[in-house]
């Protein structure tokens, strides 16, 4: 059902935003008619943040706008693409003005940022959700693809780990940290950063990567799965904020990291053969990914190690975490 006399996508998603010289056609028609460059392939990712799922009431309408945003062009990094289209779909209870400002500032930024341009989109009357349709472009083969990982290859991420799962933790009540930490983390989870240089630059040096949505543990279970490889992990090497460190045990922040999601960094392999490369590169990045494992030849084991020995997880100190709710 449309909304009315007037269009909600350009009355808030299309004056004085980024324009394109590749885009032939924008909102307006039926469709948009968009020039892919020669020797180039498309990348297309979607996601959907559902009321009540993936986020609630509290959550500020830029928040929203940024973060649909933020997580299909974190799904573009993780392929190696550089942003450029993107197509909007919401749903809305009703019309409300000052949600729709809020929301279309929180998308504009990235937009802005990443000079990339809303070229379609739809509005429909019914419990808040949004879907957010975002293509990038990428040199014919040179995609980062899950399936690439080889025995003996190192193991990176990108960022800090746990951050996102801590700010839920809290709202949920399982966990309560000092104010400062809490607007860190919440930060975190509200306006993630999507790792689309870093991306771009692992083209022709990752074997194989991902974005953490779900939690290191299970996004990098897709690789070894899609790749048919076991990995060994460090836990002890996993990149850790000061805020996450500070507020919970040790093996509570790992655990945090290993399973909570919402992170948006990037997990990814390099072989021996491309670490020189890699080291290069990323002398200039100014948050050099960490090292945190290797990739073993055990199909879909993944062993977490601490000295080399196996790491328990947190179950053990439960009792030790004075104040904080037990994780899961
Ligand atoms: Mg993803």
């Known amino acids: 059902m449309a909304f009315g006399e007037f269009d909600l996508i350009s009355t808030y998603f299309t004056q004085r935003w980024p324009n394109r010289a590749d885009v032939e056609l924008g909102v307006g028609d039926d469709g948009a008619i968009l020039n892919v460059p020669e020797e180039n392939q498309l990348v297309v990712v979607t996601d959907t943040m559902v009321s009540g799922v993936h986020f609630d009431e509290q959550t500020p309408a830029r928040a929203i706008g940024h973060k649909i945003a933020a997580v299909n062009l974190s799904d573009l990094a993780a392929m190696g693409a550089e942003p450029a289209w993107l197509s909007l779909a919401i749903t ?15 998308l504009r930024e990235i937009c802005d940022y990443y000079d990339c341009q809303l070229v379609g989109g739809d509005t429909t009357r019914g419990p808040l959700s949004v879907t957010l349709t975002a293509h990038g472009l990428l040199p014919k083969g040179h995609a980062l693809r899950r399936d690439g990982a080889k025995p003996g290859d190192w193991i990176y991420v990108s960022g800090t780990l746990g951050d996102a799962g801590l700010a839920l933790a809290c709202q949920q009540q399982r966990c309560k940290v000092s104010d400062s930490h809490y607007r860190r983390v919440l930060e975190r989870l509200y306006f993630p950063s999507p790792r689309v240089a870093l991306g771009q630059n692992l ?81 200039r990045h100014p948050a050099k990914p960490t090292c945190i494992g290797r990739v073993t030849s055990e199909p879909g084991k993944l062993r977490l190690e601490r000295d080399g020995e196996p790491w328990q997880g947190p179950e053990a100190d439960t009792e030790s975490v004075g104040g904080y709710e037990h994780f899961r």
């Open 92 to 106: 809305l209870p009703e019309v409300d003005h000052e949600w729709l400002t809020s929301f279309s500032h929180g």
């Open 203 to 283: 083209r022709d040096v990752a074997s194989s990567a991902i974005d953490i949505s779900d939690g290191l543990q299970a996004d990098l279970g897709h690789i070894l799965k899609a790749s048919n490889v076991g990995a060994r992990l460090d836990v002890d090497e996993i990149p850790l904020s000061m805020a996450l460190t500070e507020s919970v045990t040790a093996d509570l922040a790992i655990q945090f990291a290993l399973s909570s999601g919402d992170d948006y960094e990037l997990c990814f392999t390099v072989p021996e053969s491309r670490r020189g490369v890699f080291d290069t590169l990323m002398a």
